[in-house]
């Protein structure tokens, strides 16, 4: 059974930093790209960033510039760096993977953004 586990998440000013990551357990043959979505209430949920084996990243709009995602392929983890925060960026932050053509999801990580 595969299962993922988000962790980071918290209250953070501003203008602040955040490390989100995420261990992908159980079996993770052929998981070939990793992403971070996150949903805001009333809001549908969205692709923040995706990383694929080979490392090729692509970023939101939004988020281009300020957001860096990466990968540990040995420890099955993947981190979203996230600098210079705003107040749009409160959100629920899930991570997702796929494996064999299915879709797996966390149960996601609160990132809360204070002015």
């Known amino acids: 059974q595969v299962q993922l586990v988000e962790s980071g998440g918290g209250l953070v000013q501003a203008g602040g930093s955040l490390r989100l990551s995420c261990v992908v357990s159980?079996?993770?043959?052929?998981?070939?790209?990793m992403a971070w979505y996150r949903q805001a209430p009333g809001k549908q949920r969205e692709l923040v960033a995706v990383?694929?084996?080979?490392?090729?990243?692509n970023y939101a709009d939004s988020v281009k510039g300020r957001f860096t995602i990466s990968r540990d392929s040995a420890k099955n983890t993947v981190f979203l760096q996230m600098h210079s925060l705003k107040l749009e960026d409160t959100a629920i932050y899930y991570c997702n993977v796929v494996i064999l053509y299915r879709q797996y999801w966390g149960k996601g990580t609160l990132v809360t953004v204070s002015s």
């Open positions: 159980g079996n993770t043959f052929r998981a070939n790209t």
């Open positions: 990383i694929t084996s080979s490392d090729t990243t």
